[in-house]
């Protein structure tokens, strides 16, 4: 089946470890987002990448990184984890940058 | 920055009225998403809606765009308690350079 799919599904992770949140699209998709969620503050762009080799920063791209070495693939890499990075993290896809997004399971994530 | 400003953040309702969402933004949108996301779930996307004053209909729900394509709604009629979550709406700037824009989401509650 098509889709969109981020692994872990959660994780505890102690405070300065680095972390890779894995996410991986079928649907070969051009756009690619990674979208952190917070009660009451709904959902907030971390990094997007409109093609395959290019990213560009959202509107809390501070402590992560991207990239986008092939079409399918869109990892999150936390280089030092805070604990003011445990949120769920959801990653989408979309056919171009602004058409309609696929949302992948999500990861749950606590820093502690 | 542009942002899209959602209200209510919540609403409770009893099982067949009616309920709306509405999305704001300060400046004019290319286009505006809705999506929909259960308790516990990720978002699904609902609608796209693209032209001045553009209504769309889906069942019970009826979304509509401003003419000035500042503004959006979504509204419910006769709701069930299958229409229980959150509802965003997702606003794209033409001159953004990413898609996407989330409003802090609708939560609604609704009780048999």
């Known amino acids: 089946i098509a889709g969109i799919t981020q692994a872990p599904t959660s994780q505890i992770l102690a405070a300065g470890r680095r972390m890779t949140l894995r996410c991986t699209q079928d649907?070969?998709?051009?756009?690619m987002y990674w979208y952190r969620q917070d009660l009451g503050l709904g959902l907030r762009l971390i990094h997007y990448?409109?093609?395959?080799?290019?990213?560009g920063k959202g509107e809390v791209p501070d402590g992560y990184s991207v990239s986008r070495a092939n079409t399918d693939d869109f990892p999150l890499t936390l280089a030092s984890a805070v604990p003011s990075q445990t949120s769920v993290y959801f990653c989408?896809?979309?056919?171009?940058?602004?058409?309609?997004?696929?949302f992948g399971q999500g990861t749950r994530l606590t820093v502690v | 920055g542009q942002q899209v400003m959602q209200i209510p953040q919540y609403q409770h309702v009893q099982e067949g009225e009616d309920f709306t969402t509405y999305c704001n933004s300060s400046?004019?949108?290319?286009?505006i998403q809705w999506y929909k996301q259960r308790p516990g779930g990720h978002p699904v996307f609902l609608i796209q809606?693209?032209?001045?004053?553009e209504v769309k209909k889906q069942k019970r729900l009826t979304f509509q765009f401003g003419e000035a394509k500042k503004n959006s709604s979504l509204h419910i009629t006769a709701t069930q308690t299958t229409d229980v979550g959150t509802y965003f709406c997702?606003?794209?700037?033409?001159?953004?350079?990413?898609?996407?824009?989330f409003g802090k989401g609708t939560s609604l509650l609704v009780t048999p």
């Open positions: 989408a896809s979309s056919r171009l940058l602004n058409t309609e997004a696929f």
């Open positions: 649907m070969r998709h051009n756009a």
């Open positions: 990448s409109n093609t395959a080799g290019t990213t």
């Open positions: 400046t004019t949108l290319s286009n």
């Open positions: 809606l693209v032209k001045s004053g």
């Open positions: 997702a606003g794209v700037y033409s001159n953004s350079g990413y898609a996407l824009n």
